[in-house]
């Protein structure tokens, strides 16, 4: 997480829901692919491990599997990455409960609110 980032996640570690969790950060998902254009690099598994999906945290709980993006504004961006989070986590991992998506942010786009909800994303403004 960059700077701007990081604060919002300590503000939320401070005074959300996320408190109360072990998180893990910048967890890999996916297999880093780039693509058949590319010719692979000299060192392919340091390459392929930089190109992975990274969570920006993570929480395994009894009841579910918590993955949550950190972004200065919630918006398309961070709802297309959380959906994708939680295909290849699912297909990864193959966990045994439901998988919840967080996006914690300063500020959301009220555009994109009504998307979060569809998919059940919860929203944290902090």
């Given at each position: 997480?960059a700077?701007?980032?990081?604060?919002i996640?300590?503000?939320?570690?401070?005074?959300?829901?996320?408190?109360?969790?072990?998180?893990?950060y910048?967890?890999?998902l996916g297999?880093?692919?780039?693509?058949p254009?590319i010719?692979?690099p000299a060192?392919?598994?340091?390459?392929?491990?930089l190109?992975?999906?990274?969570?920006?945290?993570l929480?395994?709980?009894?009841?579910?599997v918590?993955?949550?993006?950190?972004?200065?504004?919630a918006g398309m961006?961070a709802?297309?990455?959380?959906?994708?989070y939680?295909?290849l986590?699912?297909?990864?991992?193959?966990p045994?409960?439901?998988?919840?998506?967080?996006?914690?942010?300063?500020r959301?786009?009220?555009?994109?609110?009504?998307?979060?909800?569809?998919?059940?994303?919860?929203?944290?403004?902090?």
């Amino acid at each position: 997480m960059a700077l701007p980032e990081r604060q919002i996640w300590q503000r939320f570690l401070q005074t959300g829901p996320g408190s109360r969790k072990d998180w893990q950060y910048e967890v890999e998902l996916g297999l880093g692919s780039y693509g058949p254009t590319i010719n692979p690099p000299a060192e392919p598994d340091f390459y392929l491990r930089l190109l992975k999906k990274r969570v920006d945290a993570l929480a395994l709980t009894p009841e579910s599997v918590i993955i949550a993006e950190v972004k200065q504004v919630a918006g398309m961006a961070a709802l297309g990455q959380l959906l994708t989070y939680r295909a290849l986590y699912q297909a990864e991992k193959t966990p045994t409960v439901p998988i919840a998506l967080w996006a914690v942010c300063g500020r959301v786009d009220y555009d994109v609110t009504a998307s979060f909800a569809a998919f059940g994303i919860q929203v944290y403004v902090v």
